[in-house]
């Protein structure tokens, strides 16, 4: 079973960038289907981004500014962040899987602890 850790979370201006990490322990980690998800106080989790290997998809809010990106090698997944908004304020949480294209929460069984993402004016 995959353990996943987030790091790179903070406040940023509106227009800034941040860039998330998240670290996988375990085997196979190239192997997992590998997300971003977020979730804004009072709404539920909503999905960011998603690497199920060499492709990527995202969601239409964050089409064009969002980059995920993973290096099997070093158990990493990122999540570079542009141009960020008020709207892009959340908890990010990574997330691990096995089911193509992760586009959906339930498609995934293991969850990291979440960083906290603040956008302000």
Do not use: H
């Not at 996943?4 to 903070?10: A, D, F, I, N, Q």
């Not at 304020?89 to 602890?113: D, F, L």
């Amino acid at each position: 079973q995959v353990k996943l850790v987030e790091s790179g979370g903070g406040l940023v201006q509106a227009g800034g960038s941040l860039r998330l990490t998240c670290t996988a322990s375990g085997r196979s980690f190239s192997r997992y289907v590998m997300g971003w998800f977020r979730q804004a106080p009072g709404k539920e989790r909503e999905f960011a981004a998603s690497i199920p290997d060499s492709s990527t998809y995202y969601a239409d809010s964050v089409k064009g500014r969002f980059t995920i990106s993973r290096d099997n090698a070093k158990n990493t997944v990122y999540l570079q962040m542009n141009s960020l908004k008020l709207e892009d304020t959340a908890v990010y949480y990574c997330a691990a899987g096995s089911t193509w294209p992760g586009t959906k929460a339930e498609y995934y069984n293991t969850w990291g602890q979440g960083t906290q993402v603040t956008v302000s004016s």
